[in-house]
C-alpha cells in the first residue's frame, strides 16, 4: 500500500500484545503498508518478539507500550477487557489508537473512549478488518448496483468445527469471552455497514458444546422495515454452510467457502487477499460473481491516510459505539425473552446515520 508524502517521517507504530492477533495479524498487514513503521511492542513474550521483529523497542507492560514517547499510534491486541483502559491511557498520552475488535466490554465504556478522543482531537478507530473481506466487498457491489432488488432476507454466518473447549481465555469465565464478543462484532458491524442501524435486537447465545463455560453458539435477528438479517456463529459445524445467503426481489445470492486471508496470514503468507471458494447468484440471474480479492492492508492505509493524508478514518468511534450497542442490545434480549432496541441516544443516531464522527 504505496503511499507519497514527501517531508513527512512514517507514523511510528507501538503493538500491544504479540499472540496469534498481534503477531499474525496486525504485524504483517502493518508492515504492509508504506508510511507505517512498527516501532514498539508491548509483550512479555521475549523470544518470540526478538525472532520475528529484532529491529523493536520490547516492553514488559502493556501501559508502558500505550504510553511510549517515542510512537504516534498505538495498536491494541490484547485480551477483550484490557482494550477500555489501555486506550484511555493511550489517549492521555496524546496517542492515537487502533482497537482490535471488541472495542471494549460496555457501552458505557465505548461512549467514554469516544469522548475521550474528540476532547483530544485524535484519531480513534476500532480494526473491523471483516469489511476488506472479498465476499463483503462482492456483496456491497452488488447491493450498491440494485442486483437482487430490495432486499428482504439476508443470513450472514461465521461457523467452525471445534468440537473441544480449548484453555484459552476466549472459552473460560472472563469478561468478553465468548463468540458473541469474538465473531459478533464482525457480522454486527458488516451487517451495519450494509444496512444501518436496526429498529431491534431479538435472539439469543448459548453454551452448546460438553464442558463449555461460556457461549459456543449464537443467533440473533436485526429488524428493520421490511428485512430482517438473521447473524449466526457456531463452534459445532462441521459441514460448509453459507456465508451469507442474500434474498431479494430480483434473485439470491449464495456464498460457500471462507475468506482466506486471516488463515495465510497465520500461516506466514503474504497480506495479498484471496476469494472465497464460491459465489452464485439465482433466480433471474444465474452467473457466477466475479470481484477482485479482499485485502485488510486496505484498513491501515486508510489510518495511515486518515493520519498523514487528511483522509476520513476507516471505522469511526461512532460506527464503534454502533457495533456495542448491537451486542449489548442481544444479551438483554436474551435476559428479557424480548426483542430490545438500541440504547443509542439522539445525538448519536443522528452522527451514525450522517456518517460523521
Given at each position: 500500500?504505496?503511499?507519497?508524502?514527501?517531508?513527512?517521517?512514517?507514523?511510528?507504530?507501538?503493538?500491544?500484545?504479540f499472540g496469534i492477533a498481534g503477531r499474525y495479524i496486525h504485524t504483517p498487514l502493518l508492515q504492509g503498508v508504506d508510511?507505517?513503521?512498527?516501532?514498539?511492542?508491548?509483550?512479555?513474550?521475549?523470544?518470540?518478539?526478538?525472532?520475528?521483529?529484532?529491529?523493536?523497542?520490547?516492553?514488559?507492560?502493556?501501559?508502558?507500550?500505550?504510553?511510549?514517547?517515542?510512537?504516534?499510534?498505538?495498536?491494541?491486541?490484547?485480551?477483550?477487557?484490557?482494550?477500555?483502559?489501555?486506550?484511555?491511557?493511550?489517549?492521555?498520552?496524546?496517542?492515537?489508537?487502533?482497537?482490535?475488535?471488541?472495542?471494549?466490554?460496555?457501552?458505557?465504556?465505548?461512549?467514554?473512549?469516544?469522548?475521550?478522543?474528540?476532547?483530544?482531537?485524535?484519531?480513534?478507530?476500532?480494526?473491523?478488518?471483516?469489511?476488506?473481506?472479498?465476499?463483503?466487498?462482492?456483496?456491497?457491489?452488488?447491493?450498491?448496483?440494485?442486483?437482487?432488488?430490495?432486499?428482504?432476507?439476508?443470513?450472514?454466518?461465521?461457523?467452525?468445527?471445534?468440537?473441544?473447549?480449548?484453555?484459552?481465555?476466549?472459552?473460560?469465565?472472563?469478561?468478553?469471552?465468548?463468540?458473541?464478543?469474538?465473531?459478533?462484532?464482525?457480522?454486527?458491524?458488516?451487517?451495519?455497514?450494509?444496512?444501518?442501524?436496526?429498529?431491534?435486537?431479538?435472539?439469543?447465545?448459548?453454551?452448546?458444546?460438553?464442558?463449555?463455560?461460556?457461549?459456543?453458539?449464537?443467533?440473533?435477528?436485526?429488524?428493520?422495515?421490511?428485512?430482517?438479517?438473521?447473524?449466526?456463529?457456531?463452534?459445532?459445524?462441521?459441514?460448509?454452510?453459507p456465508r451469507f445467503a442474500v434474498h431479494g426481489s430480483r434473485g439470491s445470492w449464495l456464498t460457500l467457502g471462507r475468506?482466506?486471508?486471516?488463515?495465510?496470514?497465520?500461516?506466514?503468507?503474504?497480506?495479498?487477499?484471496?476469494?472465497?471458494?464460491?459465489?452464485?447468484?439465482?433466480?433471474?440471474?444465474?452467473?457466477?460473481?466475479?470481484?477482485?480479492?479482499?485485502?485488510?492492508?486496505?484498513?491501515?492505509?486508510?489510518?495511515?491516510?486518515?493520519?498523514?493524508?487528511?483522509?476520513?478514518?476507516?471505522?469511526?468511534?461512532?460506527?464503534?459505539?454502533?457495533?456495542?450497542?448491537?451486542?449489548?442490545?442481544?444479551?438483554?434480549?436474551?435476559?428479557?425473552?424480548?426483542?430490545?432496541?438500541?440504547?443509542?441516544?439522539?445525538?448519536?443516531?443522528?452522527?451514525?446515520?450522517?456518517?460523521?464522527?
Open positions: 500500500m504505496a503511499f507519497s508524502s514527501p517531508g513527512r517521517a512514517p507514523l511510528r507504530v507501538a503493538l500491544l500484545g508510511g507505517l513503521v512498527l516501532q514498539v511492542v508491548a509483550s512479555r513474550q521475549e523470544e518470540a518478539v526478538r525472532s520475528t521483529l529484532p529491529q523493536v523497542t520490547r516492553c514488559d507492560s502493556h501501559e508502558a507500550g500505550a504510553t511510549h514517547p517515542d510512537v504516534d499510534l498505538v495498536v491494541i491486541a490484547t485480551a477483550n477487557d484490557l482494550h477500555a483502559p489501555l486506550a484511555e491511557a493511550a489517549l492521555k498520552a496524546g496517542k492515537h489508537v487502533v482497537v482490535d475488535k471488541p472495542f471494549t466490554i460496555t457501552l458505557a465504556e465505548a461512549r467514554a473512549l469516544r469522548a475521550l478522543a474528540a476532547s483530544r482531537g485524535l484519531l480513534l478507530s476500532v480494526f473491523h478488518n471483516r469489511r476488506w473481506d472479498t465476499d463483503f466487498q462482492a456483496l456491497k457491489a452488488l447491493l450498491a448496483e440494485g442486483t437482487l432488488g430490495h432486499v428482504a432476507h439476508v443470513e450472514s454466518r461465521f461457523d467452525r468445527f471445534r468440537p473441544e473447549v480449548r484453555k484459552q481465555w476466549r472459552e473460560q469465565v472472563v469478561p468478553g469471552a465468548g463468540v458473541w464478543f469474538d465473531l459478533g462484532p464482525h457480522l454486527v458491524d458488516q451487517a451495519l455497514h450494509l444496512f444501518g442501524l436496526p429498529e431491534s435486537v431479538a435472539g439469543t447465545r448459548e453454551a452448546l458444546r460438553e464442558g463449555a463455560f461460556v457461549d459456543d453458539w449464537f443467533q440473533y435477528t436485526l429488524a428493520y422495515p421490511r428485512r430482517r438479517v438473521v447473524l449466526q456463529a457456531s463452534m459445532s459445524i462441521a459441514a460448509m454452510t475468506e482466506q486471508q486471516v488463515p495465510r496470514l497465520v500461516m506466514g503468507g503474504p497480506p495479498e487477499g484471496l476469494a472465497w471458494h464460491d459465489a452464485s447468484l439465482h433466480g433471474q440471474h444465474g452467473a457466477p460473481t466475479v470481484a477482485s480479492a479482499g485485502d485488510y492492508r486496505q484498513y491501515y492505509a486508510g489510518i495511515r491516510d486518515a493520519l498523514l493524508g487528511g483522509a476520513r478514518n476507516p471505522v469511526t468511534p461512532i460506527q464503534a459505539v454502533a457495533v456495542q450497542a448491537v451486542l449489548e442490545a442481544g444479551i438483554e434480549a436474551q435476559a428479557s425473552g424480548r426483542a430490545q432496541p438500541l440504547a443509542l441516544t439522539a445525538e448519536e443516531r443522528a452522527a451514525f446515520d450522517a456518517g460523521v464522527d
